[in-house]
């Protein structure tokens, strides 16, 4: 893993997974510059954020063009997911950033079971007694109402993939 300075992470620490091998692209075909984009002397950068354990256990975290940078702390937003979908009444849930005035703020889609009664609020609640304020969303602390968006159904393509873009369109 290697962070934003191209220097490996300590272990235990957050950075991009980087990968090289007879099986690993070389690049883009007649594409130079993206090829410069996502490569670096033979590693090929996946855009993966990850973490590895002392035993070696690689753990994915999220991905860098997901990241959400709020107020200077990095929020990975599956961390935020993992927490919305532990509640009871919910399927799945997806957030994703919305850029402010020199800044990000939080942004959760919910959907919820059929038969569901969980409101936003509550929902505020559940994830208020898990999450660091910073990576709730937006919510008073930072000036703005919550926002966690109850959805019939999250967006996602024929893998079951949530597509995110589609949810920056609804805001």
Same mark, same amino acid.
Do not use: C
């Given at each position: 893993?290697?962070?934003?300075?191209?220097?490996?992470?300590?272990?235990?620490?957050?950075?991009?997974?980087?990968? $090289?091998?007879?099986?690993?692209?070389?690049?883009?075909?007649?594409?130079?510059?993206?090829?410069?984009?996502?490569?670096?002397?033979?590693?090929?950068?996946?855009?993966?954020?990850?973490?590895?354990?002392?035993?070696?256990?690689?753990?994915?975290?999220?991905?860098?063009?997901?990241?959400?940078?709020?107020?200077?702390?990095?929020?990975?937003?599956?961390?935020?997911?993992?927490?919305?979908?532990?509640?009871?009444?919910?399927?799945?849930?997806?957030?994703?950033?919305?850029?402010?005035?020199?800044?990000?703020?939080?942004?959760?889609?919910?959907? $919820?079971?059929?038969?569901?009664?969980?409101?936003?609020?509550?929902?505020?609640?559940?994830?208020?007694?898990?999450?660091?304020?910073?990576?709730?969303?937006?919510?008073?602390?930072?000036?703005?109402?919550?926002?966690?968006?109850?959805?019939?159904?999250?967006?996602?393509?024929?893998?079951?993939?949530?597509?995110?873009?589609?949810?920056?369109?609804?805001?």
């Amino acid at each position: 893993m290697v962070g934003n300075d191209g220097v490996d992470v300590a272990q235990g620490k957050i950075g991009e997974l980087w990968v $090289r091998g007879p099986n690993v692209m070389l690049g883009y075909y007649r594409n130079p510059e993206q090829t410069r984009a996502v490569t670096n002397d033979g590693w090929l950068k996946t855009g993966d954020l990850a973490r590895q354990d002392a035993d070696g256990a690689l753990h994915i975290v999220g991905r860098s063009k997901e990241l959400i940078i709020r107020s200077g702390f990095n929020v990975y937003p599956a961390e935020v997911e993992h927490v919305l979908n532990a509640h009871p009444q919910v399927v799945q849930s997806a957030v994703i950033g919305r850029p402010v005035e020199g800044n990000e703020e939080v942004v959760a889609f919910v959907e $919820r079971i059929a038969g569901a009664t969980v409101t936003p609020e509550a929902l505020i609640d559940w994830y208020g007694e898990r999450l660091a304020p910073y990576k709730r969303p937006a919510e008073v602390t930072y000036k703005r109402p919550a926002e966690v968006k109850v959805v019939v159904a999250l967006p996602a393509a024929s893998t079951g993939k949530i597509l995110k873009h589609r949810l920056r369109d609804l805001l």
